[in-house]
């Protein structure tokens, strides 16, 4: 199976800036789309998206303010997150899809990285 391991979140204050980075390993895959949700009590909610070609989605919330990137060689997907307000303050959680072992397709999450904006 596919294990997606987020990292770089934290507490910064408001108007700061965190890159948070999620790393895919284990079996061999072809992820069509990887991307970031936050999540506040039960609701999860898109962040931004990215498919396989560049191009990227955006929450209204975030425009402007936060980039997806992703590093297909490294199996890496990346969110800068800049001018962070307190209703940024989320778990996120990155997530993949596509096609595992050259037989099936799959959905994955990680665990979540906490992200606290506050002064």
């Known amino acids: 199976q596919v294990q997606l391991v987020e990292s770089g979140g934290g507490l910064v204050q408001p108007g700061g800036s965190l890159r948070l980075s999620c790393a895919a390993s284990?079996?061999?895959?072809?992820?069509?789309?990887m991307g970031w949700y936050r999540q506040v009590g039960k609701e999860r909610e898109l962040a931004a998206t990215i498919s396989s070609t560049g191009t990227t989605d955006y929450a209204d919330s975030v425009k402007g303010r936060f980039t997806i990137s992703r590093d297909n060689a490294k199996n890496m997907v990346y969110l800068q997150m800049n001018s962070l307000k307190p209703e940024d303050t989320a778990i996120y959680y990155c997530?993949?899809?596509?096609?595992?072992?050259?037989?099936?397709?799959?959905?994955?999450w990680g665990k979540g990285t906490l992200v606290t904006v506050s002064p």
């Open positions: 284990g079996s061999r895959f072809s992820f069509n789309s």
């Open positions: 997530n993949a899809r596509g096609v595992v072992e050259s037989t099936y397709s799959a959905t994955y």
